[in-house]
């Protein structure tokens, strides 16, 4: 349960940086890099569920653990939405662009990629206590966000994504199901990917 709730916590702060910003590149970043360092040793501090997929690939994490901690961050995210909504209001962060949505799903699985290879690399045994960890996670999801937000509006984690469209919709806002190929295939495409190319150059 300690680890649900740090993955509900972690992600639901995720979410307020992204829409209280904007989406800006630093401040996500340094918000997921402190939540890392926060949660690392109660959860793994994944609060992404392309992360939490990586991990299921690579035995670190069970079926059920890797659902519930999905669910977890997707509620995290949901309340981060209700969270910006009572304190700001108005849209969310990250929204899709005007290019085409198989661009934004290819940026999204490109860079979610690469946030998940960082991340893999950082959980495993001989990164394991490295200080630098959290700094690294969090720098990648910046660089990411500079790279790709104009491309796909920026989630490269399928909770942050798709958290504030279910929201949305719940409110009558309606939902949008090109959002779910580009914030929840795209990613989680991205997170398998990464770990299949950690397991062939590293076991």
């Not at 795209?186 to 190319?197: N, T």
Request: proline content about 4%; charged content about 5%.
């Amino acid at each position: 349960m300690r680890k649900l709730l740090m993955e509900c916590i972690g992600t639901l702060f995720l979410m307020m940086a992204v829409a209280h910003s904007g989406n800006n590149p630093i401040a996500v970043g340094l918000m997921l890099a402190v939540m890392v360092y926060s949660g690392g040793h109660l959860s793994g501090a994944h609060f992404n569920p392309a992360v939490s997929l990586a991990a299921w690939m690579r035995g670190k994490l069970g079926v059920a653990d890797m659902v519930q901690y999905m669910v977890a961050q997707l509620v995290g995210a949901c309340l981060g939405w209700l969270v910006h909504s009572y304190l700001v209001g108005g849209s969310t962060a990250p929204m899709p662009t005007e290019h085409p949505v198989m661009h934004g799903v290819v940026a999204e699985a490109l860079l979610a990629f690469a946030l998940v290879t960082v991340v893999l690399n950082m959980m495993s045994s001989r990164s394991a206590g490295n200080p630098v960890g959290g700094l690294a996670i969090g720098f990648t999801l910046s660089a990411a966000l500079y790279t790709g937000a104009g491309v796909s509006g920026g989630a490269f984690n399928p909770a942050v994504g798709i958290g504030p469209q279910v929201m949305e919709a719940i409110t009558g806002g309606g939902f949008d199901v090109n959002t779910l190929a580009l914030y929840g295939v795209g990613p989680l495409v991205g997170g398998a990917v990464a770990a299949v190319v950690y397991k062939f150059l590293n076991d």
